[in-house]
Structure formats: structure tokens, C-alpha cells
């Protein structure tokens, strides 16, 4: 605190805080900070905890676990299975996983034609030409 000629303190200026983050290359995309974030080999992409861990979830399904839920619309299997009910008549929701920005993304049935249509959306341009998208 500083002081002038009659005494009465007076604050300080306080100085700008600078706050560091980093986009998740993840299918999230969400901005983190740098210690959330794990290096995907050596080009540099980096994805969040999250992500890491959804991925870890589609291996582990690949394997023959059971999903907690989607990734994308972060619903869970007990809501899947309630809604599965009126679509599929065995009653269970389909899920599939996907490779989505240079990992494994766990994905319900509607989000999975979601990514598909996206697919063919790009399947005749420039982008899914350099993509190799088929």
C-alpha cells in the first residue's frame, strides 16, 4: 500500500492475470489448461483427460465391456436402453465405436448415424479427398 501527504492508504494497481489454455483436439474440443491435457504421439495434438478416458472406455468395449453410455450426447445406458426400447425389438440400444480426431470415440445409434451422414456430406470434396474418406 502506498500512502501520500495525507495518510490514507490507497490500493495497489492490480496487475492483468493471464490465464493459459489449450484446445483439446479430442472430439470435445473444449479449451483446458496445459496440465489437462495429454500428448497424442509426436505432432503435437494433445487431448484432455476426458477424452483420454472415453477412449480407454471404447478399447475396453472392443474388448467385450459394456459402455457406460455415449460420448457424444452423454447419455446413459439406462437412458439408452429406454429408448432403445421404442426403436429396436430386443429392447437394446446399439452402440459403436468410432475413430473421431486420432482416437476411439464410444457413440449411441443416433450419434453414430450423425458422424456417418457427416461422413458422406464430405465424401466428394477436396477435404475428404486429402482425408481419405470412403
Not at 490514507?8 to 493459459?20: H, W
Not at 472430439?27 to 472415453?54: M, N
Not at 421404442?86 to 449411441?108: K, S, T, W
Amino acid at each position: 500500500m502506498t500512502t501520500d501527504d495525507d495518510r490514507t492508504p490507497k490500493p495497489k494497481p492490480l496487475a492483468p492475470v493471464l490465464v493459459m489454455a489449450e484446445r483439446c483436439h479430442g472430439p470435445c474440443g473444449r479449451q483446458r489448461p496445459p496440465a489437462e491435457l495429454v500428448s497424442l504421439g509426436t505432432g503435437g495434438a494433445k487431448i484432455c483427460w476426458d477424452c483420454w478416458a472415453w477412449h480407454e472406455k471404447a478399447l475396453q468395449m472392443l474388448a467385450g465391456a459394456m459402455p457406460p453410455g455415449c460420448q457424444n450426447c452423454l447419455k446413459s445406458m439406462e437412458t439408452l436402453r429406454r429408448e432403445a426400447n421404442a426403436v429396436f425389438p430386443d429392447g437394446e440400444p446399439r452402440m459403436y465405436v468410432h475413430p473421431l480426431e486420432g482416437i476411439y470415440a464410444v457413440l449411441c445409434w443416433v450419434c453414430s448415424d450423425q458422424v456417418v451422414r457427416a461422413t458422406n456430406l464430405y465424401r466428394d470434396t477436396q477435404y475428404g479427398w486429402d482425408q481419405k474418406l470412403k
